[in-house]
């Protein structure tokens, strides 16, 4: 069955710095690959979406990167901010299947 | 527009209880989901509608029901709750189908005792 990993439970850096989270799955690619904010309590905010036949996708200080070789996905935040802090889900969409099918998600802290 | 809305936010059931969770979105998408998230497991999807009239199961249906009478309402029933039915459980929809982006609900979370 389809596995997605994102590279780790929590990823702390400073203000300033650019945050980078990984989002691997195994066996076929997916067709569209999204990326979502989730604050707690909260539910997910869609952020970026990349199409199988698409590198790369930016948006203000975000930057998506889809390598299908790899089987994996990168989210960049650049010029991190503490308001940057919360759980980035990745979450991929396989044509055949049913399912959205998310990652567990990276729980990002920006300290100042 | 107030997006998608979800009644109520906090729930305590018995085990054995029924209820209806409710989810309607005034943005006149056709896609709408049922998601559960639970700790370590992230989001996993119950049901789906692609429109009115229309609903498919997702990966975990059992225990819980759904209809789609207008392109607004989404309910998800849970029929006889029990324990491992705790959990928070979202509502999303979409303009057209899952892979377009998601707008998600506030959440409703559940305890089933």
């Known amino acids: 069955s389809q596995k997605i990993e994102q590279n780790s439970e929590a990823l702390n850096i400073q203000e300033g710095k650019t945050a980078t989270l990984t989002c691997n799955y195994t066996?076929?690619?997916?067709?569209?690959l999204q990326w979502y904010r989730q604050d707690p309590g909260r539910g997910p905010v869609f952020l970026l979406l990349?199409?199988?036949?698409?590198k790369e996708k930016r948006k203000e200080r975000l930057k998506v990167t889809f390598d299908t070789t790899l089987k994996q996905s990168l989210f960049h935040i650049t010029a991190s901010q503490p308001a940057d802090s919360a759980t980035y889900l990745c979450?991929?969409?396989?044509?055949?299947?049913?399912?959205?099918?998310f990652g567990k998600g990276t729980t990002l802290s920006v300290s100042s | 527009n107030a997006g998608v809305t979800q009644t109520p936010k906090f729930q305590v059931l018995k085990t054995g209880q029924s209820m209806t969770l409710q989810c309607a979105q005034d943005?006149?998408?056709?896609?709408m989901s049922w998601y559960r998230q639970d700790p370590g497991m992230g989001l996993r999807l119950i049901h789906y509608?692609?429109?009115?009239?229309?609903?498919d199961q997702g990966e975990v249906p059992n225990g819980y029901n759904v209809s789609r009478s207008t392109t607004e309402d989404f309910p998800l029933r849970l029929l006889s709750a029990a324990p491992s039915q705790t959990s928070v459980y979202f509502c999303a929809s979409s303009p057209l189908h899952r892979s377009y982006e998601q707008y998600f609900g506030p959440g409703t979370r559940l305890t089933v005792t």
């Open positions: 509608s692609v429109g009115a009239g229309i609903t």
């Open positions: 990349i199409r199988e036949n698409e």
């Open positions: 066996n076929y690619s997916p067709a569209y």
């Open positions: 979450a991929l969409d396989f044509q055949a299947g049913t399912a959205l099918i």
């Open positions: 943005m006149n998408h056709e896609y």
